[in-house]
T-cell receptor, first 116, second 109 residues
Framework: NAGVTQTPKFQVLKTGQSMTLQCAQDMNHNSMYWYRQDPGMGLRLIYYSASEGTTDKGEVPNGYNVSRLNKREFSLRLESAAPSQTSVYFC???????????????FGSGTQLSVL | GIQVEQSPPDLILQEGANSTLRCNFSDSVNNLQWFHQNPWGQLINLFYIPSGTKQNGRLSATTVATERYSLLYISSSQTTDSGVYFCAVEVSNDYKLSFGAGTTVTVRA
């Protein structure tokens, strides 16, 4: 049971390049998330998908797009990378319990992205 | 949006010591979780605890939802407890967890 799998683990981009971060979960979870982590700032939500077929913006969506490809997969795309997007990116998933509550959040191992 | 404040920001412990980490939040929540990020960056869910008290080995957590705070207790700390501890909360009808800035714990042998 792999849990939440992210690829790649490391990436270096030049300003203006594009790339897609891939995320897949095998826990049959309904909800999936993309966070970024910057030093001293905790984790900030970029986009989330409460269920298959829906996506919504989080705190810091500018410069990113997402696709919920199916129940298992949720990708994050940087169309034109900027140095301000240098960060560690985490994908996460949870099962939606009841009407409004997501129970435990499970994280992937992260992608360290540098934009030069 | 909701504000999540964790204290202290940094904590240095001698192996075997006990400690308490605090998380204050500014609004009513229906979900609160504690996470540990190890020195290699992996984030592990410790507790799902919107209210009440839970224990897992040497770790325990208490959330007093009416007073908008949660506490994480580490007893008999070990060097493997080092890392960053995050509190995260979800406001009703929100589907999103908002994270605090974390408490960095260093346990010295």
């Amino acid at each position: 049971n792999a849990g939440v799998t992210q690829t790649p683990k490391f990436q270096v981009l030049k300003t203006g390049q594009s790339m897609t971060l891939q995320c897949a979960q095998d826990m049959n979870h309904n909800s999936m998330y993309w966070y970024r982590q910057d030093p001293g700032m905790g984790l900030r939500l970029i986009y989330y998908s409460a269920s298959e077929g829906t996506t919504d913006k989080g705190e810091v969506p500018n410069g990113y797009n997402v696709s919920r490809l199916n129940k298992r997969e949720f990708s994050l795309r940087l169309e034109s990378a900027a140095p301000s997007q240098t960060s560690v990116y985490f994908c996460a998933s949870s099962i939606l319990q009841g009407a409004w509550t997501n129970e435990k959040l499970f994280f992937g191992s992260g992608t360290q992205l540098s934009v030069l | 949006g909701i504000q999540v404040e964790q204290s202290p920001p940094d904590l240095i412990l001698q192996e075997g010591a006990n400690s308490t980490l605090r998380c204050n939040f500014s609004d009513s929540v229906n979900n609160l979780q504690w996470f540990h990020q190890n020195p290699w960056g992996q984030l592990i869910n410790l507790f799902y605890i919107p209210s009440g008290t839970k224990q897992n080995g040497r770790l325990s957590a208490t959330t007093v939802a009416t007073e908008r705070y949660s506490l994480l207790y580490i007893s008999s700390s070990q060097t493997t407890d080092s890392g960053v501890y995050f509190c995260a909360v979800e406001v009703s009808n929100d589907y999103k967890l908002s994270f605090g800035a974390g408490t960095t714990v260093t346990v010295r042998a």
